[in-house]
């Protein structure tokens, strides 16, 4: 009996491929090839074609990248950023809600708008940070632990210039060979952005000691320190507690 046991034990152990996460508040399981979300950073050159810097009005870049936590606790960090909001995109309106996107077939993406002021930061250079360190764009349909399509790689492109910068850096990522598989970020035209529930918000500034968030995501804020300092602020920008 002992023998049988201890052999059942070892089966169980052997199948299980790594520990029950929460995964953007869904228990999930990793599959053979995923890791997590916060694998290490790739050191990539900054876009060859890029949108200027220029004065004027703050203007906004829509991206997913996986669970939004990670996503827009990053982009907090991220030189020139006034906020940083996680919510869905890619959908229609009436089915933006946590629980709706969450079983997929919506069409959504967890997402983040990011409102920045582009006289510090350039389109270019907020793609730079989102392919060298806020998630892995060569997944497809889901990020680390999160599987799904809701969790896909996707630049919402809101002007002609914001497509070209995009499919260029694209191209010219592929083309250096520094990723161990192709780009499958996709690039489709903005339609809509709805924020997500209030305690999505600054989740990770509010839960940093979260088994997702320590395992996931605290991973990509020290990459992004290290891979690309001169983009990176240490004080975060915030939505503050009005929103919670």
Partial sequence: MRSVLTDLAGRLRAATVAAVLVACGTAVMLLPGRGAAGEPAVAIPPPVLDSP???GAPRTAVLSGGCFWGVQGVFEHLTGVQ????GYSGGARDTAHYEI?????????ESVEITYDPQQVSYGQILQVFFAVAHDPTQVNGQGPDVGSQYRSEIFYASAEQQRVALAYIAQLNKSGLYRAPIATRVDPFRGFYPAEGY?????LHNPTNSYIVF???PKIRAFQKVLPGLYQGQPVTLGAANH
């Fill in 216 to 218: 996931n995501d605290l």
């Fill in 53 to 55: 810097k220029a004065t």
């Fill in 83 to 86: 906020r940083v909001v996680a």
């Fill in 200 to 204: 999505h918000q600054d989740f990770l």
């Fill in 101 to 109: 996107v969450g079983a997929g077939g919506t069409g959504h993406a």
